[in-house]
């Protein structure tokens, strides 16, 4: 059974950092694509960073310089570095995984940022 995991969500200070994980799981097939997601308290979700894996990589104007999105040492797993965060990176954060033209999603990460 294809699985989702997402970890690595939690609270921190502002200008702090956190990594978020995304593995998919119970398959031999490779993930090609990758993108990262956030929902804010009130605020739609919206798109923040994507990989073509192996690295081609792009970012949300609001999240570049800051975030890293990138591919895991493990089959199937990308990781979201994000550094200098603000109160304002405070959401709910989901990966979505491509697998063999159909698409996956993370069950979510809280991302708490304190100021």
């Known amino acids: 059974q294809v699985q989702v995991t997402e970890s690595g969500g939690g609270l921190v200070q502002s200008g702090g950092s956190l990594t978020l994980s995304c593995a998919v799981s119970?398959?031999?097939?490779?993930?090609?694509?990758v993108n990262w997601y956030r929902e804010g308290p009130g605020k739609e979700r919206e798109w923040i960073a994507g990989?073509?894996?192996?690295?081609?990589?792009r970012y949300s104007d609001s999240v570049k310089g800051r975030f890293t999105i990138s591919r895991g040492n493990t089959k199937n797993t990308v990781y979201l570095q994000m550094n200098d965060l603000v109160p304002e990176d405070t959401a709910v954060y989901y990966c979505?995984?491509?697998?063999?033209?159909?698409?996956?999603w993370g069950q979510g990460s809280q991302v708490t940022v304190s100021s």
């Open positions: 979505k995984s491509r697998l063999r033209g159909g698409e996956l």
């Open positions: 119970g398959t031999p097939f490779s993930v090609d694509v």
């Open positions: 990989i073509i894996l192996p690295g081609r990589t």
